[in-house]
């Protein structure tokens, strides 16, 4: 059994993961718009160039997502965050600050008492990372 994360998006979800690949250092595996459905046709116009799905490849992980193409409203999802474990420290300072980009620092990056370095950010596209690092490998 795997799991992996699965991220909604309210029209951001492309540029997101191009994001998270720079920033991850992954490969995009693929994107596939809602223009490519079957019966695409019957969807609304604004929908079609939304992502449907988008998977990203990073190490041995995943990272999912798409936009949100549902007749109720897009909601932030609350209640979570991302973690990201690194091996060194280098990683963890590196990581965490490409996602800062344009985001918001909830906890800076940091020594603490359960990690070498640890710290909690929101990203510019609103997902809520944790990027920790345990010892220094």
């Not at 998006?9 to 540029?15: H, K, L, P, T, V």
């Not at 998270?20 to 490969?27: A, R, V």
Request: aromatic content about 12%.
């Amino acid at each position: 059994m795997k799991l992996i994360t699965y991220l909604f998006f309210d029209g951001q979800c492309e540029a997101a993961f191009k994001f998270y690949e720079q920033c991850l250092g992954g490969t995009m595996d693929r994107i596939v718009r809602a223009s490519e459905a079957p019966g695409c046709d019957a969807m609304p116009a604004e929908w079609r160039d939304r992502i449907m799905h988008a998977h990203l490849i990073f190490g041995d992980q995943q990272l999912m997502g798409s936009d949100w193409i549902a007749d109720q409203p897009f909601g932030q999802a609350k209640g979570f965050s991302v973690s990201l474990n690194v091996d060194t420290v280098a990683e963890a300072e590196r990581v965490f600050a490409a996602l800062t980009e344009g985001g918001e620092i909830r906890m800076p990056m940091e020594k603490t008492f359960f990690a070498v370095r640890f710290g909690m950010l929101v990203d510019r596209f609103g997902t809520p990372w944790m990027v920790n690092c345990e010892k220094d490998g």
